[in-house]
Nanobody, 117 residues
Framework: QVQLVESGGGLVQAGDSLRVSCAAS????????MGWFRQAPGKEREFVAQ???????NYADSVEGRFTISRHNAKNTVYLQMNNLKPEDTALYYC???????????WGQGTQVTVSS
């Protein structure tokens, strides 16, 4: 059974940094593309960042230059390092996984990130 479990969320102040993690089980982690999405209250879920099985990355324009996605295949874990956080980054952050360019088929339950001004 595939499981994605996020951790590391919390309450921080604007300008602070935070790293969230997502541990995967029940999958061949190294062959998957991993992504981070977020959903703020009253808004639709939006793409944040992706890292492919080969290590290629891409980011939403709103986080480019502030957020960094990385993966540790031996630990079956993907990370999202978030620097210079802004109040508009406040959201529930979800981890997701997919094979190649298939739809994102696996999702975690989310971890809350709240940025105060």
């Amino acid at each position: 059974q595939v499981q994605l479990v996020e951790s590391g969320g919390g309450l921080v102040q604007a300008g602070d940094s935070l790293r969230v993690s997502c541990a995967a089980s029940g999958v061949t982690f190294s062959s998957l593309s991993m992504g981070w999405f977020r959903q703020a209250p009253g808004k639709e879920r939006e793409f944040v960042a992706q890292i492919t099985w080969g290590g290629g990355t891409n980011y939403a324009d709103s986080v480019e230059g502030r957020f960094t996605i990385s993966r540790h295949n031996a630990k079956n874990t993907v990370y999202l390092q978030m620097n210079n956080l802004k109040p508009e980054d406040t959201a529930l952050y979800y981890c997701a996984a997919r094979n190649g360019l298939a739809p994102w088929g696996y999702w975690g339950q989310g971890t809350q990130v709240t940025v105060s001004s």
